[in-house]
């Protein structure tokens, strides 16, 4: 049996504080008036003067309102005033950017979330499919996989918490929710946002939520109860019974993954859609969660725990990080190239203002996500050398923060970004409270699931 | 001056692997081993040094990339731009993301066909190569392990082999060395 170490756990407890710090100033320094803003834009000089004098002419041309799926409305309606009066165009603008600064610090509080969220998740699929598949090498990992997913009851609720707070208006981060956008009477009224709002409504989007996040909660808890059962038990009928549900969760989840993936990522650009958005952040969370099963395998290993797990294994999952970091990046550039190509405006938007406004995290992850584990983890001996799993395992995880951080900051902050307190603090305490939740977990069950029927298969695993 | 080889046939893989670490334990020298299939770990149980054609493989894939970036260089922006899509291709940087199917497929191109035929060659194999298979039955179901004889003693070893699972032990002598 695994025991967490006291010092583990005060080094979970110290991240969540100074995590929790960093989210609450983030809060604090938020701007709540337009005077503010003006202030901090002149207060900040030289150093992001430039930044702030381009921003402030692309809001002057209509194009890029256009171009600014989030507000983009608003502000078409205030491009039409333009000429008539120049002070209340200055003052829309500043409205504007500070809506973005006032949504920052919710943003980086639910990417941090959704980020773990999706390593736990991406492990339970992970898990489900080894049991679907009855595959023979990874059952000696399936204690640290449970731990993992062991983090997705609490995320879950986090989250739910998080996206009632937008549901009931409290923060601004999803736009679609405002509901001057659908009202016809209204001078806001959007109506393509209006046309999508048989589904992209707040009850239905939240009862949504609910579904999805019941259902994968529901798999976690009864595979992990059968798992833990069949470790007493005389013949195979709990590993049936995981093996039947499985294979049934998988289904579900990759129908409610990709639904999910358009409800929490996708409608923070309202007018815009891409087809393969689904399997685009499945890709994504699939290496962020292979990578921390990997690395926390390696961790306990190093401790002395998982004696039966040996270098092969480390060395197939090392694989399925090299394979799925190439596969992220068929689909990024799938996404991208055919909306290059054609050039539709609606479509474009999308990438022009990751381009414009986010060009060093937005292809700084391809060097990260790609370029990196692709040159590091070629070679097959490289895969079993431990730190250098860990080390790649670490860009990865930065990689795929920056990538959900792309997704989701341009259609809640626009231009107004940073990777400051508020990110650098929700990621602290969520990384905290991961570490805490996960390794708390893995000391609930012996690491070894003894009476799996694939266990001495695993054990003896040798590539 | 005339060498011996001792061929012992199995008609079983697993019984295969068994025999070749046994006589390896033995310190008798093995030649060379004729399966129908390939059989795992085979090359490690033989000693045999581990292939560098993966290392092949990937300076194949970079010519392969060079290759596609000079081709879509020279036939798309230099001899003969068009206009595609309102893009008119005289910068290659600002064409790249059409180019990346181009420089994909040629780096797997270059990287499968050199290093199929980088096998072929290492393996001294060409059109119209009489086989070496030293009996036709090891391309349909059986195993065969050629030992070198040398000085050792004939009798003791084909018994040591009988042992060791071998269902047809040969002594073969060859005119020449090679």
């Known amino acids: 049996m695994y025991t967490l170490p006291s010092k583990l756990k005060l080094f979970a407890i110290i991240f969540m504080v100074v995590g929790a710090l960093g989210i609450v100033s983030g809060f604090l320094t938020a701007p709540s008036t337009t005077a503010e803003v003006k202030e901090m834009m002149a207060g900040h000089g030289d150093g992001h003067g430039s930044d702030h004098s381009a921003a402030e002419e692309s809001h002057s041309t209509p194009e890029n309102h256009v171009a600014e799926e989030n507000h983009g409305d608003e502000h078409s309606q205030a491009a039409n005033e333009h000429g008539e009066n120049v002070h209340d165009s200055e003052e829309a603008h500043l409205e504007h950017i500070l809506h973005q600064m006032q949504n920052r610090p919710w943003s980086a509080l639910y990417i941090a979330c959704l980020f773990f969220l999706f390593i736990a998740l991406g492990t339970l699929a992970f898990y489900g499919i080894q049991y679907a598949a009855q595959a023979g090498w990874s059952p000696v990992l399936y204690r640290v996989m449970e731990g993992i997913t062991a983090y997705l009851p609490v995320a879950s609720v986090i989250l739910f918490v998080l996206l009632l707070l937008s549901a009931f208006h409290i923060n601004h981060i999803f736009h679609w929710m405002d509901p001057e956008l659908v009202d016809p009477e209204s001078s806001h009224y959007d109506k393509l946002i209006a046309g999508k709002s048989g589904w992209l409504n707040i009850p239905f989007f939240l009862i949504r939520a609910a579904i999805f996040l019941a259902g994968w909660n529901l798999y976690r808890y009864l595979s992990r109860r059968n798992s833990i059962k069949q470790d007493e038990a005389d013949d195979n009928r709990w590993f049936k019974k995981n093996f039947k549900m499985s294979a049934g969760f998988l289904v579900f989840f990759i129908v409610t993954e990709s639904m999910m993936s358009w409800d929490w990522i996708m409608s923070f650009d309202p007018h815009w859609f891409s087809t393969l958005f689904g399997w685009y952040v499945f890709a994504g969370m699939m290496v962020s969660a292979i990578t921390v099963i990997a690395m926390i395998s390696i961790i306990l290993k190093k401790q002395g725990y998982l004696e039966f797990v040996n270098d092969s294994h480390i060395h197939d999952l090392a694989k399925y990080m090299f394979g799925f970091s190439i596969f992220w990046t068929y689909l990024w550039f799938s996404q991208f190239m055919l909306i290059w190509y054609a050039n539709i405006p609606e479509e474009v938007t999308y990438f022009v203002t990751r381009i414009e406004d986010y060009k060093l995290p937005f292809f700084g992850m391809l060097v990260t996500n790609f370029v990196f584990p692709v040159l590091l983890l070629m070679n097959s001996d490289y895969k079993r050398v431990n730190w250098f799993v860990i080390l790649t395992g670490i860009v990865i995880l930065a990689g795929q923060y920056i990538n959900l951080f792309v997704m989701v900051m341009p259609g809640t902050v626009g231009a107004s970004w940073f990777i400051g307190l508020p990110e650098i603090g929700s990621i602290l305490f969520f990384f905290g409270l991961f570490v805490f939740v996960v390794f708390t977990a893995l000391t609930k069950a012996p690491l070894l699931a003894k009476r799996n029927p694939f266990m001495k298969e695993s054990k003896n695993y040798h590539y | ?178």
């Open chain 2, 1 to 178: 001056m005339a060498s011996k080889t001792i061929h012992a046939i199995y008609n079983d893989d697993d019984l295969l692997m068994q025999a070749v670490k046994q006589v390896r334990a033995e310190h008798y020298h093995i030649e060379e081993v004729y399966t129908p299939f390939p059989v795992h770990g085979l090359d490690k149980v033989m000693g045999l040094a581990p292939t560098r054609i993966a290392i092949t493989s990937f300076m194949y894939g970079l010519v392969g990339l060079v290759v596609a970036i000079l081709m879509m260089n020279f036939i798309m922006i230099e001899d003969w731009p068009q206009n595609i899509g309102g893009k008119p291709s005289f910068s290659y940087i600002e064409n790249m993301p059409a180019f990346v199917p181009i420089m994909f497929e040629l780096t797997v191109f270059f990287a499968a066909h050199l290093m199929v035929i980088t096998f072929y060659m290492r393996s001294k194999l060409w059109p119209f190569k009489k086989a070496e298979n030293p009996d036709v039955r090891t391309t349909d179901d059986h195993f065969l392990m050629a030992i070198d004889a040398g000085s050792h003693d004939v009798k003791k070893l084909t018994k040591f082999l009988y042992d060791t699972g071998a269902m047809e032990i040969s002594l073969i002598e060859n005119e020449e060395d090679h």
